[in-house]
Antibody, heavy 121, light 107 residues
Framework: QMQLQQWGAGLLKPSETLSLTCAVY????????WSWIRQPPGKGLEWIGE???????HYNPSLKTRVTISVDTSKNQFYLKLSSVTAADTAVYYC???????????????WGQGTLVTVSS | DIQLTQSPSFLSASVGDRVTITCRAS??????LAWYQQKPGKAPKLLIY???TLQSGVPSRFSGSGSGTEFTLTISSLQPEDFATYYC?????????FGQGTRLEIK
């Protein structure tokens, strides 16, 4: 059964860069799209972007200028970097597996456990 | 961006009740919709994809229907473990978007 385990710094100062890692265990890494999704405290879900094993990416235009998602297929890991963070970026960040073909199966399952990232001076 | 609007935003119900949550899309999305359940402090869990296909392991009391712009999630007989927040998500186009959520609480 596939599991996603994520980690990264939980407390940042304004203007710093958020960096998170998601490792995939127990299943195929190749072929799938891998997403990052965030949830501010007490609020709803926002899709950040995705990458596949070949490095093809799609980003949310609302964050595109600050987001980089990358992948290391040798480690079955993918990464999120979000630059110039502000308090508005405070959220629980999740990694999740998308589908093989985004035009057909772009739902998210499974998900990582979530990482709370707080931006505060 | 495709906007998804869920109704109601808050729902109070009793064990054994039948409940329905609606998700309306700002434009047609065929059957490209998924539903998730989220409990406090936990990641969302996929319940239904392609509008009406039950994810493996999800109880059959959950069902989904709809296409185009209007979709529903129905729980036929509420169980104590069903009290949670539910989200719809469209996978028709980028960026992927979610509804604002429906919080289901015990009456």
């Amino acid at each position: 059964q596939m599991q996603l385990q994520q980690w990264g710094a939980g407390l940042l100062k304004p203007s710093e860069t958020l960096s998170l890692t998601c490792a995939v265990y127990g299943g195929s890494f190749s072929g799938f799209y891998w997403s990052w999704i965030r949830q501010p405290p007490g609020k709803g879900l926002e899709w950040i972007g995705e990458i596949n094993h070949g490095g093809s990416t799609h980003y949310n235009p609302s964050l595109k200028t600050r987001v980089t998602i990358s992948v290391d297929t040798s480690k079955n890991q993918f990464y999120l970097k979000l630059s110039s963070v502000t308090a508005a970026d405070t959220a629980v960040y999740y990694c999740a597996r998308g589908g093989l073909d985004p035009s057909r199966d772009g739902w998210f399952d499974p998900w990582g456990q979530g990482t709370l990232v707080t931006v505060s001076s | 961006d495709i906007q998804l609007t869920q109704s109601p935003s808050f729902l109070s119900a009793s064990v054994g009740d039948r409940v329905t949550i609606t998700c309306r899309a700002s434009q047609g999305i065929s059957s490209d919709l998924a539903w998730y359940q989220q409990k406090p402090g936990k990641a969302p869990k996929l319940l239904i994809y392609a509008a009406s296909t039950l994810q493996s392991g999800v109880p059959s009391r959950f069902s989904g229907s709809g296409s185009g712009t209007e979709f529903t999630l129905t729980i036929s007989s509420l169980q104590p473990e069903d009290f949670a927040t539910y989200y719809c998500q469209q996978l028709n186009s980028y960026p992927r978007t979610f509804g604002q959520g429906t919080r289901l609480e015990i009456k």
